[in-house]
């Protein structure tokens, strides 16, 4: 159980383009899910939490009108790079939690390999 | 503030050698604490975890003691394999800021036959 279904697992396009990244909760309902980063060989940054039905909360420093985040149902988050350059490509992996309980685990999606050209 | 401090990598160890992963923590209040484990070109698994003080996470062969009086939750197995040869995540979790997760660095760990 708690899969967590990230979709595309790559995509390769032009600069200037916008790519829209999906994330899904299989088989439970998640209230919160989480946008991260990761480059090379280093660990996951934080980018935003996504809550059911409101706004998201960006981290400091994590551009708000480049990376749109909608979360419009209990079981589904997207990740919109608007305008996207060569040096938003990246790694980017969406997690969620079933209840906000601290003491749960969030389960991850397999990650997007953004590559921009 | 809440952080996560791992020692460094890589780890290169040979099949059926013992496993030590140190991790420390640094947290306002209760925390939760985890190991995930991310394979190359994938996302990250939930390895255990520990709730509180005392608790013994386990899973597959690995464990982690959360120790509030050293805060760590070093993660150890007693022989590890080659399919063991990922990189691994330290964790911590705050009834804060839905659910808010903080990550090492992580440590990546080779196993050669």
């Known amino acids: 159980g708690a899969v967590v279904s990230q979709h595309p697992s790559w995509v390769i396009c032009k600069s200037g383009t916008s790519v829209k990244i999906e994330c899904r909760s299989l088989d439970f309902q998640a209230t919160t899910m989480f946008w991260y980063r990761q480059f090379p060989k280093q660990s996951l940054m934080l980018m935003a939490t996504s809550n059911e039905g409101s706004k998201a909360t960006y981290e400091q420093g994590v551009e708000k009108d480049k990376f749109l985040i909608n979360h419009a149902s209990l079981t589904l988050s997207t990740l919109t790079v608007t305008s996207a350059h060569p040096e938003d490509s990246s790694f980017y992996i969406c997690s969620a939690s079933i209840t906000g309980d601290s003491n749960q685990p969030q389960h991850f999606g397999d990650g997007t390999r953004l590559s921009i050209l | 503030g809440n952080s996560v401090t791992q020692m460094e990598g890589p780890v290169t160890l040979s099949e059926e050698a013992f496993l030590t992963i140190n991790c420390t923590y640094t947290a306002t209040g209760y925390p939760s604490l985890f190991w995930y484990v991310q394979y190359p070109g994938e996302g990250l698994q939930l390895l255990l975890k520990?709730?509180?003080?005392?608790d013994k996470g386990s899973n597959k062969g690995f464990e982690a003691t959360y120790r509030k009086e050293t805060t760590s939750f070093h993660l150890e197995k007693g022989s590890v394999q080659v399919s063991d040869s990922a990189v691994y995540f330290c964790a911590l979790s705050t009834p804060y800021n839905f659910n808010k997760f903080y990550f090492g660095s992580g440590t990546k760990l080779n196993v050669k036959p």
């Open positions: 520990a709730t509180k003080a005392d």
